[in-house]
C-alpha cells in the first residue's frame, strides 16, 4: 500500500513500482514519480514545516515550482544532503531521507511555536524598531540572537562530491514551457525547420494539462496529446526537449540561462554523469509559454495544513492518484476550483460544500455542480479555520455578516484566480501593463526578440491559446530565417469557461483586522502588515516590501506579490498600477552553486600556469608562489633549512659563484617592422633610434596621465625587429597598452606585435662564474668582455638548439638570459645545471630574485611603484628623453601636481638597528610623538634581510625623499617605534663594477 | 551576457569575447606635449557618462584583436551600430530605428511617490 | 661544442590521452607555426611564398597538404605547418612586407574528435559550433572558459584546439570534462 489516500485507478502512475523513503525517520513508501509532496499527502501527511518567523505549522500548498512552505531537507548521503528543497518539485527515489525544518524538539511540537504568541511583538518592521537600543547589544547579543533564529534550513558542511556540467547552445527558437501552449509553438516551429529548444521544469511535458482532466486537443484527452506531441519533438532532429529542466533567468541579448536536474530523481545514478547541467542558450527568438499560477485566498487562519491551492489538489488527484483528504472543502473566488470539487466528487471524495465569495458564480460551473450534487454557498466566505496540526473545519457566514456555520473539513481547496508568469518577460526588461478588467498584469512593451502565448500572455481558452502559439511558433521561426515546411493547426476544447477571480484580502481579512490572514506564506506576512507598513509611511511598493519582506523569500512572492500590491493600493486609496510591481530578478527559482560554478573548481578553477622548467624546479624541492596566474619557484629549501635560511643561502651564493633562475614568466612582446623603433619612442620614455642591433636598454613605460606603467630590457636584434621584455604580472596589460595605440592613435606606422612570452624558456644564469658555466655549451657567440658586453643580444645556439642570449642582469652581476624555444628549456637547464651545479653554483626562486635587486636598488614597478608615481618620483628621470617630440605620458607627467615640490620619492631606508628587518607596507613619520592621526610621509615598499649587506635594507616612497637623505625618520608600529635614516637605493657594489666583470 | 557584432569578424560573438575599452571619437592631440592643462583635463579626464546613447570603443580581444566603435543605449544596452576604428560618427537618424528605445530601468521597477 | 648532446625537446602535453568515446582529446604532433602579420597588398606574394593561399575573408582558412593559414584578424594569421617546415624563412623569401614572428613553441594543440567535439568545446566556448556557421575550414581566436583558443575544424567532427602552452593543461582539462559532458 502506497498511502491511505491512493485511489485505485486514478492517477498516471504505476502501482507495482515502488519507492521507499524516510519522513523524519518514519519509512514511508512512495510511487516512482511521485513528488516528495504527493507521497506525504498518499501517507495522509500535510504537516510538513514550520513558518519562518511565528513557528506555525504548514502544509503543502501547490504542486509546483511557487510552493512557499514545503520546504524540506533532503539527503542521498551524508555529502549529498540540501536544505530547502521544494517538497513539490522532489521527486521520490528509493533511499531518500527527508527531514522537515525549523521546528524544535519537534514537527508536532515545536518551542519556537511560543512566538506565534508573542507575535504582537513581531509586527512588521519589528527588527528595524526593536534592536535600536542600547548600542553595544548589537553584537553581543541582538546580532548573533537573530542569526540563530534567521533563516530556514542548515547547510551541509560537507564537500559536494558531485560534479557539474556546463554547455552553450544556440538556437532559433528556444520554448520555455512545454504545457498545450509551448508544445504548439514548438511544434510549428520545429515543422517551419527552425531549430528549436523546448524545456519545462516538470519530468514531463504538459504543464497543466498534468491536472486539466476536462481538456481535448486535436480530439484526445489533453494530456495524452501533450505525451504523444512532446515524444514527436524530440524524436525530430532539429528539436532539444529537456525535461527537468528550468529557465531561470532572461538576460541581455536573448541569452537565457537553463538548469537541467539530471540525477536527482535517480536511485543510483551514473557517476559520470553530472547532478545538474547549466545549459547557457543564445536564441534568435524566445517564445515565453511558462503558464500561470494560482493565486490563493486571503482569509483568517488560512495557512493550515491541509488548505492548498485547488489546481494543486486536481494535480495531486489527476496525476498522482491521490486525494489531499476524505472530506474536502472548497473556498473559491474563481470557476476553476469548482473542477477540482467535480473531479474529487468523481472520484468518491466528500465535498461537503464549496464557499465561493461571489454573488455569481460561473454558469457552466453552477450547473455542473448542481448535477454531481454538490452544495454551493456563493456570496459567502471562510472567516475563520480551525484545527491544531491540520484543519478540521471552517467557519462559513454570508459576505457582510450574520452567524458562521462550522463545516468540518479534513482539507480545504482554494483559488482566488491565475496570476501570469511574466517573470521571465520582466526579467528580459520587458514592461507589463495592468488589464483592469482582469486585474492581471500582462507583458506590454517588449525589450528583447522574445513572444508571450498562452496563459502567461493572459490568454485563457484553449483554442486561443493553441491558435496563439501556433503563429508564435512559426513567426519566431520565419524570423529566425527558417523557410521549410509544413503548417499545423489543431483542435483545443475547455471542459469548462472559466469567470472570476479577486485580489487582496476576502471577508474576515479586510480592514481593521488584526487576524492572520497571510499572503506571504514563507515569510509569514499578513494582510494586516501591509496596512501598517502603510500607516508607517511606506507608499512606495518597493519600500512597502522592504518593510515587510513580502515576497522577499526564496519564492520570490510568486503567490503573494499580487494579493499585496492589491492590499497596498487599497490602504493607499490608489488603483493597483499606480502603485506599481517590484521587479523580478533571476533567478526564477533557486539555482545551486555548484550549477553556476560548475566546471570551474578545483584545478580548473583558473590555469595554474607553469613554466617549461617547473617539472625540474617541483623535483628539486622548490616551494612556489603565485605570481598573476603563474606558479613561480620562490625558494630552493635544502634538508632542515626554512625559508630564511634558505633564501640567505642563494643570496650569497649567487654573489660568490652564480645562480640559475627561471624567469620563462617574463612578458616578452616581439615589435617587428619598418617603424619599429618610432613606434618605441612612442610607448617609452627613452629614445630607441639610437640603438644598435645587438645591444639592449633598459625602457619605461608611462600612461598618457604620466605614470610609470611598466618597464623592462629592450633588445634590437636588427633594425626592423625588437625583443621587449615586460613584467610578468603586466605581459597582457602592456600589450593591450600598445596594441591601443598602434591600433586607434598610431595607425600610420608600419609595426606589428606579437606575443612571445611563452614562445621562449628563459634561463638567468648570474654570478661572477656565470660565464664559465654557459660558455662551453654556447656556439656562434664570442661571449668576451669585449665583444659581449653588459646589455648586448646575439642569435646563436646553445646545446645545438636556437637561442637568444641576452647579457643583462637583474642582479646585478655579471649575467646572462638564455632564452631558447621552450620545449627545449627543460633540457637546456638541465645542461646549465649540470656545469654550475659542481662549480658550488645554485638554483634560486623569487624571493631571491627580489632581494638581490633591492640590495641594488633596481625596482620592481608594481611593487615599488603603485600607479601614482611619476619616472621622477621613482627616481627614473635618467631614462626620459629630454628631446623626444612625443610619447606617451610626456604631457600628463608635466601637470603642476606632478611636478610639485614634495611629491612622494622613492628612497633606500636603512634601519638604524641593522638586525630589524621592516614591515612591507608600513608608515612612515617624522614625528613619532606628535598627536593621532599622525601626519604620514610615506610608506615601506621593499624590504629584505641582506645577506651580502649583512644587515636589513628597505625601500620606501617618502614625501620629498631625495632630499631627506641622513635624515632619522619613524615607522611606527603597533608594539614599538622603529627609527630609519633615508638613504640612497644601491646598497651593495655602489660604483656598479660587478655587473661588467 | 551581451552579443556585439564585430565589424571585422562581420559575425556576432558573446561579450566574453570582448573588452571595453572607454569613450570613442577622443582623439590625441597630435601637439600633446603643448597643450595647456585645461587642454589636457579635457583630453584626458572629463567624460560625459550619458544615460541614453554612448560612442564607445570595444576590442575584440580574443577574437580578431581589432579595435572598433560601437554606439550602445546605456539604458537598454542595445547596440544600434558598431563600426571600425577611424571611421566617422554614423548619423544615427539615417539609421532605420527596428527597436522603440526601452523605458529606463528605473521605470520598470515600479513607480515611486 | 661538437660533443655536446643536443638538448631533447618536451611537448607540454606529452602523454597526455583522454576524452570520451563521444569525442576524443588526442595532443597534436609538434608543429611549426608563425604569427603572419601584413597588409592586403603582401597577401598574395605571401600566399606564393608559403605556398597556400593566405584568406581574406574572416573565419576562413586554407591548406596545401599539411600546411595551414588561419584567419585571426584583418592583418593576422595563424600560419601551422604540421611537418615542421621553416616558416620564417619561407615568408622571407617573398619580399614583401610583413612581420613573421615564430610562435612553434608558445603555441600547442589538442585535437578534438568525434560526434560530440561541438558540445565538449561548447561547455567553455561561446560560439555557435554548429556546421551551419562553423563549417569544415572554419577557424577562429575565441575563449574557452579562462583560456584564449584558436579553433580550426578540420572535419565535420574533428576540431583542431590551439592554445599557449601553460593553458594546456587547463585546456585539456576542461575539454575532458566537455569530453565526458558530451558523452550523455
Known amino acids: 500500500m502506497t498511502g491511505v489516500n491512493r485511489i485505485s485507478g486514478a492517477g498516471r502512475l504505476t502501482p507495482a513500482r515502488t519507492a521507499r523513503f524516510t519522513f523524519d525517520g518514519r519509512t514511508l513508501t512512495a510511487l516512482e514519480g511521485d513528488t516528495i509532496a504527493s507521497a506525504l499527502i498518499a501517507n495522509d501527511i500535510h504537516l510538513v514545516g514550520r513558518s519562518f518567523k511565528y513557528h506555525r505549522p504548514r502544509g503543502i500548498l501547490s504542486a509546483g515550482a511557487e510552493e512557499p512552505n514545503a520546504l524540506l531537507d533532503v539527503s542521498r548521503d551524508a555529502a549529498r544532503r540540501q536544505p530547502n528543497v521544494r517538497a513539490t518539485v522532489q521527486e521520490v527515489f528509493d533511499g531518500m531521507r527527508v527531514s522537515s525544518q525549523n521546528r524544535w524538539p519537534s514537527l508536532a511540537f515545536d518551542v519556537g511555536g511560543f512566538n506565534d504568541l508573542l507575535s504582537p511583538f513581531f509586527a512588521a518592521g519589528f527588527y528595524y524598531k526593536t534592536f535600536m537600543w542600547p548600542k553595544a547589544a548589537w553584537h553581543k547579543l541582538y546580532e548573533p540572537f537573530i542569526r540563530r533564529a534567521a533563516g530556514l534550513g542548515v547547510a551541509p558542511t560537507e564537500t559536494d562530491p558531485d560534479h557539474y556540467a556546463s554547455r552553450y547552445v544556440h538556437c532559433d527558437v528556444l520554448v520555455v514551457g512545454a504545457g498545450a501552449a509551448g508544445l504548439a509553438a514548438a511544434l510549428a516551429a520545429a515543422n517551419a525547420g527552425a531549430k528549436v529548444i523546448l524545456c519545462d521544469e516538470q519530468p514531463a511535458v504538459g504543464g497543466a494539462l498534468h491536472y486539466d482532466s476536462g481538456s481535448e486537443i486535436d480530439g484526445r484527452a489533453g494530456y495524452d496529446w501533450a505525451l504523444a506531441t512532446g515524444k514527436a519533438l524530440a524524436a525530430m532532429d532539429n528539436v532539444t526537449l529537456l525535461t527537468r529542466t528550468t529557465a531561470f533567468g532572461y538576460y541581455n541579448h536573448n541569452f537565457v540561462g537553463l538548469v537541467e536536474r539530471v540525477t536527482d530523481h535517480l536511485p543510483a545514478p551514473d557517476k559520470a554523469l553530472p547532478r545538474e547541467r547549466l545549459w547557457q542558450v543564445r536564441a534568435k527568438k524566445v517564445i515565453l509559454a511558462n503558464g500561470a499560477i494560482e493565486r490563493h485566498m486571503v482569509f483568517p487562519n488560512n495557512d493550515r495544513p491541509g488548505i492548498m491551492l485547488a489546481s494543486a489538489g486536481r494535480t495531486y488527484l489527476n496525476h498522482f492518484g491521490v486525494a489531499v483528504g476524505k472530506k474536502v472543502g472548497i473556498y473559491a473566488a474563481h470557476d476553476s476550483a469548482y473542477e477540482a470539487a467535480f473531479d474529487l466528487r468523481k472520484a468518491g471524495i466528500d465535498i461537503p460544500a464549496i464557499v465561493d465569495c461571489r454573488e455569481k458564480p460561473g454558469d457552466m460551473v453552477l450547473a455542473e455542480a448542481r448535477s454531481l450534487g454538490i452544495e454551493v454557498l456563493s456570496g459567502q466566505s471562510v472567516v475563520n479555520t480551525s484545527g491544531k496540526l491540520r484543519i478540521s473545519s471552517i467557519s462559513v457566514a454570508r459576505n457582510g455578516g450574520g452567524a458562521a456555520r462550522k463545516i468540518a473539513v479534513d482539507a480545504l481547496l482554494v483559488s482566488a484566480g491565475w496570476i501570469p508568469s511574466v517573470h521571465l518577460f520582466s526579467q528580459s526588461r520587458g514592461k507589463v501593463t495592468f488589464d483592469a478588467a482582469t486585474e492581471r498584469f500582462l507583458p506590454g512593451t517588449y525589450a528583447q526578440e522574445c513572444l508571450s502565448v498562452g496563459a502567461c500572455n493572459g490568454t485563457d481558452d484553449l483554442q486561443a491559446t493553441i491558435d496563439e502559439a501556433l503563429a508564435a511558433g512559426e513567426l519566431a521561426a520565419r524570423a529566425a530565417g527558417a523557410e521549410g515546411g509544413v503548417q499545423v493547426a489543431l483542435s483545443g476544447r475547455n471542459a469548462f469557461e472559466w469567470t472570476g477571480g479577486m485580489i487582496g484580502a476576502a471577508e474576515g481579512a479586510g480592514q481593521d483586522t488584526t487576524v492572520k490572514a497571510f499572503i506571504d506564506f514563507q515569510h509569514d506576512v499578513c494582510a494586516k502588515d501591509i496596512r501598517l507598513a502603510v500607516r508607517e509611511g511606506m507608499h512606495s511598493i518597493e519600500h512597502i516590501k522592504r518593510f515587510t519582506t513580502n515576497g522577499m523569500a526564496s519564492d520570490q512572492g510568486k503567490l503573494s506579490n499580487m494579493h499585496g500590491l492589491a492590499i497596498a493600493a487599497e490602504a493607499l486609496g490608489k488603483e493597483i498600477p499606480q502603485v506599481g510591481l517590484t521587479t523580478f530578478r533571476q533567478p526564477y527559482t533557486p539555482v545551486t552553486f555548484g550549477t553556476i560554478v560548475s566546471h570551474s573548481r578545483g584545478n580548473l578553477f583558473d590555469p595554474a600556469r607553469k613554466t617549461p622548467i617547473h617539472a625540474w624546479e617541483e623535483a628539486h624541492g622548490a616551494e612556489f608562489e603565485d605570481v598573476g596566474n603563474w606558479k613561480r619557484a620562490w625558494f630552493y629549501p635544502k634538508a632542515g633549512e626554512n625559508m630564511h635560511e634558505a633564501v640567505a643561502r642563494e643570496c650569497k651564493t649567487v654573489r660568490d659563484v652564480a645562480g640559475v633562475f627561471d624567469a620563462s614568466t617574463l612578458g616578452k612582446i616581439e615589435v617587428v617592422g619598418p617603424d619599429a623603433a618610432a613606434f618605441l619612442n612612442l610607448m617609452y620614455t627613452n629614445a630607441w633610434d639610437n640603438l644598435k642591433p645587438g645591444r639592449c636598454r633598459y625602457g619605461i613605460m608611462l600612461r598618457d596621465d604620466g605614470f610609470v606603467y611598466d618597464d623592462g630590457v629592450v633588445g634590437r636584434l636588427a633594425d626592423d625587429r625588437f625583443h621587449v621584455t615586460t613584467t610578468t604580472g603586466g605581459a597582457p596589460r602592456v600589450l593591450h597598452h600598445m596594441e591601443d595605440y598602434l591600433q586607434t592613435e598610431f595607425p600610420h606606422l608600419k609595426v606589428w606585435l606579437t606575443s612571445t612570452t611563452e614562445q621562449w624558456a628563459v634561463i638567468a644564469v648570474q654570478g661572477p662564474r656565470a660565464r664559465e658555466i654557459i660558455a662551453p655549451l654556447v656556439e656562434g657567440i664570442d661571449l668576451s668582455k669585449e665583444a659581449f658586453p653588459h646589455m648586448s643580444v646575439a642569435e646563436g645556439s646553445i646545446c645545438g638548439v636556437p637561442t637568444r642570449l641576452f647579457r643583462m642582469s637583474f642582479t646585478g652581476e655579471l649575467g646572462f638570459e638564455v632564452n631558447v624555444p621552450a620545449d627545449f628549456g627543460q633540457a637546456v637547464w638541465e645542461a646549465i645545471w649540470a656545469r654550475a651545479e659542481p662549480m658550488g653554483a645554485c638554483a634560486y626562486g623569487t624571493e631571491t630574485m627580489h632581494v638581490l635587486r633591492a640590495e641594488k636598488g633596481y625596482i620592481i614597478v608594481g611593487q615599488d611603484t603603485d600607479g601614482t608615481l611619476t619616472p621622477e618620483d621613482a627616481g627614473l628621470s635618467w631614462a626620459v628623453s629630454k628631446k623626444k617630440p612625443d610619447f606617451v605620458g610626456i604631457r600628463g607627467m608635466k601637470r603642476p601636481d606632478l611636478v610639485k615640490e614634495g611629491r612622494k620619492q622613492l628612497v633606500g631606508l636603512l634601519a638604524k638597528d641593522p638586525q630589524v628587518v621592516l614591515e612591507e607596507g608600513a608608515q612612515i613619520v617624522a614625528d613619532p610623538n606628535q598627536p593621532k592621526p599622525m601626519t604620514m610621509l610615506g610608506h615601506v615598499t621593499s624590504s629584505y634581510w641582506s645577506p651580502n649587506c649583512g644587515r636589513s635594507i628597505a625601500l620606501a616612497v617618502v614625501a620629498g625623499g631625495r632630499a631627506r637623505h641622513g635624515q632619522t625618520l619613524y615607522v611606527p608600529m603597533a608594539d614599538r617605534t622603529i627609527a630609519v635614516e633615508v638613504s640612497d637605493m644601491v646598497f651593495f657594489d655602489k660604483e656598479g663594477g660587478r655587473l661588467h666583470g | ?113 | 661544442m661538437a660533443d655536446q648532446a643536443i638538448a631533447t625537446r618536451k611537448a607540454p602535453l606529452a602523454g597526455r590521452r583522454g576524452g570520451s568515446p563521444a569525442a576524443i582529446l588526442t595532443p597534436a604532433e609538434p608543429a611549426s607555426r608563425i604569427s603572419l602579420r601584413a597588409g592586403h597588398d603582401a597577401i598574395s606574394a605571401l600566399s606564393a611564398a608559403l605556398g597556400v593561399t593566405v584568406p581574406l575573408r574572416p573565419k576562413t582558412s586554407a591548406s596545401t597538404g599539411k600546411r595551414h593559414a588561419l584567419w585571426l584578424g584583418p592583418d593576422e594569421w595563424l600560419v601551422i605547418d604540421e611537418e615542421g617546415a621553416d616558416l620564417v624563412a619561407a615568408a622571407a623569401s617573398s619580399g614583401a612586407l610583413h612581420s613573421a614572428v615564430d610562435v612553434s613553441h608558445r603555441n600547442t594543440a589538442v585535437i578534438v574528435s568525434g560526434p560530440g567535439a561541438e558540445a565538449a568545446i561548447n561547455s567553455g566556448c561561446p560560439q555557435d559550433l554548429s556546421l551551419a556557421l562553423f563549417p569544415v575550414g572554419a577557424c577562429s581566436r575565441t575563449i574557452f572558459g579562462k583560456a584564449e583558443i584558436v579553433l580550426l575544424r578540420t572535419a565535420e567532427d574533428t576540431f583542431r584546439v590551439e592554445c599557449w602552452r601553460s593553458f594546456s593543461p587547463f585546456v585539456f582539462g576542461l575539454l575532458s570534462e566537455g569530453a565526458e559532458d558530451a558523452g550523455h
Open chain 2, 1 to 113: 551576457m551581451l552579443l556585439i557584432y564585430c565589424p571585422y569578424c562581420e559575425e556576432e560573438r558573446s561579450e566574453l569575447e570582448f573588452r571595453n575599452a572607454g569613450d570613442a571619437h577622443i582623439v590625441r592631440p597630435a601637439n600633446i606635449a603643448e597643450i595647456s592643462d585645461e587642454e589636457f583635463e579635457e583630453y584626458f579626464f572629463l567624460r560625459q557618462n550619458p544615460k541614453g546613447l554612448i560612442y564607445e570603443r570595444w576590442r575584440h580581444i580574443h577574437g580578431c584583436g581589432r579595435f572598433f566603435n560601437a554606439v550602445r543605449d546605456t539604458v537598454s544596452d542595445r547596440f544600434h551600430v558598431t563600426y571600425k576604428a577611424g571611421e566617422p560618427k554614423p548619423d544615427l537618424d539615417a539609421e532605420p530605428k527596428t527597436n522603440e528605445t526601452v523605458e529606463t530601468y528605473e521605470a520598470l521597477e515600479g513607480v515611486a511617490e
